[in-house]
């Protein structure tokens, strides 16, 4: 191969990566915009929709590495998380409502939701310990017992 051919082609791969690169940056900045735009609550400078894959990925890998963001909840990630709670994905609410129970009494915001999420049979008992750790109190007056399972069926 000649120095010209060598040449252009080290020139065509570099703008090759270059190019791919700056796709990858556009997608990312589109995404984190398209969450913004949609008045999506946000969490480390990041929407909903992205905490939605994390958590999403976590579940499938089924192990929390010290690094993940949830390893250890924080109380700003409350209003990404009632946002979740929104999904219809059984497996995925009970993973926030974890989440939620996680954070505990610093996650106060969350006891209306986590309350509502008492009325569904498959999340409820997720729901109640995380309203027992949220507040005592309020699982209290929703009929919670200690073990995190509803007192009665009717809730």
């Not at 999506?40 to 994390?54: D, I, K, L, M, N």
């Not at 989440?99 to 969350?110: E, S, V, Y």
């Not at 009325?119 to 309020?138: S, Y």
């Amino acid at each position: 191969m000649d120095r010209r051919r060598r040449r252009w082609l080290v020139g065509f791969l570099g703008i090759s990566i270059a190019l791919v690169l700056v796709a990858v940056l556009i997608l990312v900045a589109i995404r984190q915009i398209g969450g913004t735009l949609r008045g999506e609550a946000s969490f480390q400078g990041r929407p909903t929709s992205y905490w939605r894959q994390v958590i999403r990925e976590r579940m499938r890998l089924r192990s929390i590495p010290p690094s993940d963001p949830f390893y250890n909840p924080q109380p700003e990630a409350v209003p990404v998380l009632l946002e979740l709670l929104r999904e219809d994905d059984v497996p995925f609410r009970r993973e926030v409502l974890t989440l939620l129970r996680d954070i505990g009494p610093r996650a106060k915001a969350a006891v209306p939701a986590v309350t509502e999420q008492l009325r569904d049979p498959a999340v409820r008992e997720w729901a109640g310990e995380a309203l027992q750790e949220i507040d005592p109190k309020a699982a209290a007056r929703a009929g919670v017992k200690r073990s995190g399972k509803p007192a009665r069926e009717d809730n």
